[in-house]
């Protein structure tokens, strides 16, 4: 089964995405076409039942298993407001990735949600999911299916920055220390907001969802591909910035899978 049309949702509060420039990119490497289209719940003109929906999948303990909460009015308006101006000022909001993902997946309409059809959906919302070996939430940079989602604020807090950065933070904290100073210190080290190489790592992140949506695989072992799963901010520039391309297994893949659409 081939994907015969992409649809991007957009996210205007963060513009480094580039989503013009993405979909070209799409276009060209997948040779499918490729539609921008305003932020998600814009676009379907999602109200307060969504926002409702939204605020009750919030995450409050990292170390429970999803539960949804009967939200609060203010919780619920803050969602709704959200819509179409979603900053990612502020403190940060954990959001169960999977119930996210349910609630935009029923909002698709019937005649948009076949297989061929791939909906890719950014947000600056941090979606995390549950995991069962530690019996905790980890914050997540991408989370696959269809439709699948590219959280900018995941990219951001999910891969570690370096392990010196934490301890040097620590030490400067308990001194009661300006921070500003250690951000210098390992600036180019990690991804930080509205970062201007955002359009480059998004591509990584986009081929993910795609190769993951084709071949129920989204990763690759090697750190040279943009396939890789980064835990770590470096190995995320490595595979991204640094090199930016598929390793030859996965670009074999890609051109096999386009011979036989």
């Not at 030490?171 to 500003?180: A, E, R, V, Y």
Request: charged content about 25%; overall charge negative.
């Amino acid at each position: 089964m081939k994907i015969s049309r992409i649809f991007l949702y957009d996210e205007p509060s963060v513009p480094e995405i580039k989503t013009n420039d993405l979909a070209k990119f799409l276009e060209e490497t997948l040779d499918v076409p490729v539609q921008v289209r305003e932020d998600f719940f814009t676009y379907f003109k999602s109200g307060k039942d969504i926002a409702y929906k939204l605020a009750s999948s919030r995450v409050f303990d990292p170390y429970v298993p999803f539960e949804p909460h009967t939200p609060t009015e203010e919780e619920i308006h803050f969602e709704e407001k959200s819509f179409g101006n979603n900053s990612e000022s502020g403190n940060i909001v954990l959001y169960d990735g999977f119930e996210i993902q349910n609630i935009i997946k029923n909002i698709i309409p019937e005649e948009e949600s076949s297989y061929d059809i791939f909906h890719l959906v950014f947000t600056t919302r941090l979606g995390c999911t549950y995991d069962c070996e530690d019996y905790r939430y980890h914050g997540r940079a991408v989370i696959c299916s269809n439709p699948s989602l590219i959280s900018t604020t995941g990219i951001i807090e999910a891969p570690a920055k370096p392990r010196a950065y934490y301890i040097i933070m620590q030490h400067s904290i308990s001194q009661g220390l300006n921070l500003d100073a250690l951000k210098d210190q390992f600036r180019g080290k990690f991804l930080e907001y509205h970062d201007r190489n955002l359009d480059k790592v998004i591509r990584g992140y986009a081929l993910q969802a795609i190769f993951y949506h084709l071949t129920s695989e989204p990763f690759c072992d090697s750190k040279d591909c943009m396939l890789y799963n980064a835990h770590w901010q470096e190995e995320l520039i490595h595979a991204q910035i640094d090199l930016g391309k598929l390793c030859m297994n996965h670009q074999r893949i890609l051109e096999s899978s386009k011979k036989h659409e």
